[in-house]
């Protein structure tokens, strides 16, 4: 099966910048989604296709997808982004989508 | 404004069968793909089947091929998830998903906030 790893956790100060990785194998070859998730709260798709933003997104989210790693960046980060982030990948070889581990994001 | 209203969860021995329902409103039903995707408790998320908006397509993450079955009704707005040899390890808050377009391989726009299953004896 295709494994997909994110750090455990990612602490940033306010107004810094945040950069959440999600590797696999080629992951650059696949189209990567991410997902915020606060507490008791349901998932909320925050960039897709690697570097797209759903409309109501804030252009403080972007992404990028290259070789073994995509990364989810979040500029001027705000006490609000503290979350659970995960990231979403289509297995070709399975037919499934595969997330990743989850990281979750403390703002200091 | 799109709604998702899972139902259907609750408490079943291992061994046993129940069926989720996720009804839909606020968008064209049939031209979007359904999803569903567990959280056991304290863990992360894990996709467990999709559907295409016209049901051509299905799709099952390993752990439930063969014993889970999707399915959608789309003159009732609502797609299904047949749960069938239900195991401890299945125990998890199960989501409802809305694709952002027809076919299943797309991303999940919308949430419902999802319908909790617990497998014990």
């Known amino acids: 099966s295709y494994v997909v790893t994110q750090p455990p956790s990612v602490s940033v100060a306010p107004g810094q910048t945040a950069r959440i990785t999600c590797g696999a194998n080629k992951i650059g070859s696949r189209s990567v989604h991410w997902y915020h998730q606060k507490p008791g709260q349901a998932p909320v798709l925050v960039v897709y296709d690697d570097s797209d933003r759903p409309s109501g997104i804030p252009e403080r989210f972007s992404g990028s997808n290259s070789g073994n790693t995509a990364t989810l960046i979040i500029s001027r980060v705000e006490a609000g982004d503290e979350a659970d982030y995960y990231c979403q990948v289509w297995d070709t070889s399975g037919d499934q989508y595969v997330f990743g581990t989850g990281t979750k994001v403390t703002v200091l | 404004e799109v709604q998702l209203l899972e139902s259907g969860g609750g408490l079943i021995q291992p061994g046993g069968s129940l069926r989720l329902s996720c009804a839909a409103s606020g968008f064209t039903f049939s031209g979007f793909a359904m999803t569903w995707v567990r959280q056991a408790p304290g863990k992360g998320l894990e996709w467990v089947s999709g559907i295409s908006g016209s049901a051509a397509y299905t799709y099952y993450a390993d752990p439930v091929k063969g014993r889970f079955t999707i399915s959608r009704d789309n003159s009732k707005n609502t797609v299904y998830l047949q749960m069938n040899s239900l195991r401890p390890e299945d125990t998890a808050v199960y989501h409802c998903?809305?694709?952002?377009?027809?076919?299943?391989?797309?991303?999940?726009?919308?949430w419902g906030q999802g319908t909790l299953v617990t497998v014990s004896s």
């Open positions: 998903a809305k694709g952002i377009e027809e076919a299943a391989t797309n991303p999940l726009g919308n």
